[in-house]
């Protein structure tokens, strides 16, 4: 975890704080994150298959963002096209892994990527991994869920109460690391000073509804202390799942 204030050219200066924790269920985390404070590129990735499988999957995602993002970027094309090198690059890597180890086959992840330029950013995401945006008081969900429930909720089948207590709603429509094809979502944005993005894997967002998360950042606490607060919530909940969390504010 790490708390960090950095002013690149331009005048961009943002707060950072980023911490994963295990639950209070799972023998261990099969979460990974990253926090590149020089290249304003952040992660997190939730793995899948189980024991030490998902959590090999999960640092071959960070590992890959590291190798792809040596400097950093200050063009938005040449963003998307790293971000999609970085999950291409990820996704090979563990699949030959699985291959390799015949048991971990079936390992997988999430992949959620956040890459700040000085007056734009730019998010790569795949799975149930969330990025969100804070932003006059207002929370709002930048990706959009790769599940079989989200599905439903798309379809008005069920709501979003509803699609957080369903019993599949860890059920996964894309990971990377399970094809050889791999569908990526990009998206791209303008950042304001006062904005605070969310980058989370699922289990803070499957124990704390939004409106909660809401009411932690409004407070506009330091980010320190609004992250531990919100892991802490997804705890007290029942903490039923890895969290990891990481906060940025835009100054």
Do not use: W
């Not at 971990?104 to 991994?129: A, P, Q, R």
Request: charged letters at 25%.
């Amino acid at each position: 975890m790490g708390l960090f204030s950095f002013l690149p050219k331009r005048g961009l200066r943002l707060e950072v704080f980023g911490m994963t924790h295990k639950g209070l269920v799972r023998p261990n985390n099969e979460d990974n994150y990253l926090v590149d404070k020089d290249k304003g590129v952040f992660a997190v990735s939730d793995g899948m298959g189980g024991a030490a499988s998902g959590e090999i999957a999960s640092k071959l995602f960070i590992e890959s963002v590291k190798k792809t993002f040596l400097r950093t970027i200050k063009n938005q094309e040449y963003a998307i096209k790293l971000i999609k090198k970085a999950f291409l690059m990820a996704n090979e890597a563990i699949l030959k892994y699985a291959t390799t180890n015949l048991e971990h086959h079936g390992m997988g992840c999430t992949g959620e990527l956040l890459v700040f330029l000085n007056k734009s950013y730019v998010i790569g995401h795949v799975g149930d991994s969330r990025t969100y945006l804070f932003r006059n008081k207002r929370l709002r969900q930048l990706t959009r869920d790769h599940t079989l429930v989200q599905d439903q909720v798309d379809k008005g089948l069920i709501n979003k109460d509803e699609a957080r207590m369903h019993p599949r709603r860890n059920v996964i429509t894309r990971a990377i690391g399970i094809s050889e094809s791999l569908a990526l979502d990009i998206l791209k944005g303008k950042h304001k000073n006062g904005d605070i993005f969310l980058i989370c894997s699922d289990g803070l967002t499957s124990m704390v509804s939004d409106e909660e998360i809401s009411k932690i950042l409004i407070t506009d606490q330091p980010i320190k202390v609004m992250v531990k607060a919100l892991v802490n919530q997804a705890n007290e909940a029942g903490g039923k799942d890895n969290i990891t969390v990481i906060l940025l504010k835009v100054f």
